[in-house]
């Protein structure tokens, strides 16, 4: 395996590149929700309906992740980041000149093949180049950035379409795509696998398609009457998706090993993300619809109201530690999915006569609370993971998280749908809709407690807190 270039140049400034691939990634996937209402206004078509252009890139990402490491160490870790680079940025150029949304949605699964790849590789590339003992400062200087993203992202999609037009949230990432490729192929080692490791190809297309024709079905019911196409696409999904676990339980390299669902805490760390995150995962889509659709917000002042989500989950990520060591994962889960579903379902309350500073006061402490969820539950998943196991969890983990923004996105629609919300003639019905969808929403993560609540009593309490008691 080649190392890391020995220039100070090289180890000084790598993670800032890295950081920027994530930056960009994670700006992406928030900057469109606030643009939705007027992307579907230029091509005539229902707000309510465009999800399909989230989910697109979710997906597209989520079915990648798995063959990210396999595919880098093939062709390695420089050719592989400058090819995703400019396939993410050529998907924004198509993105910006998409004149439909059947064109756009396609464009957008060309982003999302770029995407997939550039927070994969980006972390394998810090985690074989740089000593242990650095290895947490160089991922804090990682990590930052992609936490700004969510919290830049509606903001400056609002600006954008306030100010200039919606094809210019596709538009920044090419000068910032191009500056990638030249640092790129400037300070990225050039990192590949000594000995070449069998994929699994049959699973790799099993669970991608699983979980493609899963999402598809959802997707398909949002707007439209054919309720039979669901079920079929849905339950081709869920067949699939079994064929692959009886046949991953047959294969000597699966992509995800049935192993390690015999860890409890991961099992119960990936049952409980699964149904937590279908409840809370579409919050960034669906509020910034429900602010313009329902409120009258603009798209400036919909991106502006949602700093204090994103803000408080930014800095509650400092408290989950504490907590942790304090009272524990399954009191602090418990408790605080409870939190989670009440406050998604109290925006059922929230009207056009709701004022704006308790509105503000409900997203950040929904913020605050998803983000010492999130927290909890993913150290929760690997926390008993072996090395050598610990690779092919931590990927499980990232397909499902992104899986389950995918799949809460179309869920969420489908309940607009159902509630009448893509039919509804008048103001009032597309805002009753979206009460019932948050109720529904709400109740879909509290029930997420009852899964944490089967966390072994003391898992996570620090040692001193346990003699005390």
């Not at 090993?257 to 669906?286: D, E, K, W």
Request: proline share 5%; aromatic share 10%.
């Amino acid at each position: 395996m080649e190392k890391l270039p020995t220039s100070s140049k090289a180890l000084r400034y790598l993670p800032f590149l890295v950081a920027s691939a994530f930056f960009m990634q994670m700006l992406d996937a928030t900057i469109l929700n606030t643009a939705i209402p007027t992307i579907a206004r230029s091509f005539n078509s229902h707000p309510l309906q465009l999800h399909s252009l989230v989910t697109a890139y979710m997906l597209t990402v989520c079915v990648l992740i798995p063959a990210s490491g396999w595919i880098s160490d093939k062709l390695g870790s420089r050719r592989t980041f400058l090819l995703a680079i400019s396939v993410f940025s050529v998907g924004s150029l198509l993105c910006a000149l998409s004149a439909s949304v059947t064109m756009m949605t396609v464009c957008r699964v060309i982003q999302g093949i770029g995407g997939a790849f550039l927070m994969p590789v980006g972390r394998l590339v810090i985690l074989r180049s740089y000593p242990r003992s650095m290895f947490v400062n160089v991922l804090n200087i990682v990590t930052i950035p992609a936490l700004l993203g969510p919290l830049l992202g509606p903001v400056l999609g609002g600006i954008i379409v306030q100010y200039a037009s919606w094809h210019w949230i596709f538009l920044i990432n090419i000068p910032v795509g191009m500056a990638g490729l030249w640092a790129t192929w400037k300070l990225m080692p050039d990192l590949k696998a000594v000995r070449e490791q069998k994929f699994d190809w049959p699973g790799f297309f099993l669970f991608s398609s699983s979980a493609v024709l899963a999402t598809m079905g959802l997707s398909s019911a949002g707007g439209i009457t054919d309720k039979p196409r669901m079920v079929i696409l849905t339950s081709a999904g869920g067949i699939l998706q079994l064929l692959y676990w009886v046949l991953a339980f047959r294969s000597k390299a699966p992509i995800f090993s049935p192993a390690l669902f015999r860890i409890r805490n991961f099992a119960i760390g990936i049952a409980g993300n699964i149904v937590c995150r279908l409840g809370g995962s579409c919050l960034p889509y669906l509020m910034p619809l429900f602010f313009q659709v329902v409120l009258g917000y603009s798209a400036l002042q919909s991106g502006m109201s949602l700093i204090p989500l994103a803000l408080s989950n930014l800095l509650a990520k400092t408290v989950a530690p504490r907590l942790l060591g304090k009272f524990g994962y399954r009191n602090i889960m418990v408790v605080n999915t409870f939190t989670i579903g009440s406050l998604l379902a109290s925006f059922r309350f929230v009207g056009p006569g709701t004022h704006e500073l308790i509105l503000l006061g409900m997203l950040a402490l929904l913020g605050g609370a998803n983000s010492i969820q999130f927290t909890c539950m993913n150290t929760l998943t690997l926390i008993d993971l072996p090395n050598a196991d610990a690779s092919s969890g931590n990927s499980l983990l990232s397909t499902i998280m992104q899986l389950s923004i995918a799949v809460s996105i179309a869920a969420a629609s489908l309940l607009l749908d159902s509630f009448g919300g893509h039919s509804a003639t008048s103001g009032k019905a597309v805002e009753t809709a979206f009460h019932a969808t948050f109720a529904t929403i709400g109740a879909i993560a509290a029930a997420s407690s009852f899964i944490f609540a089967l966390v072994d009593k003391d898992k996570g309490i620090t040692r001193k807190r346990r003699k005390a008691a």
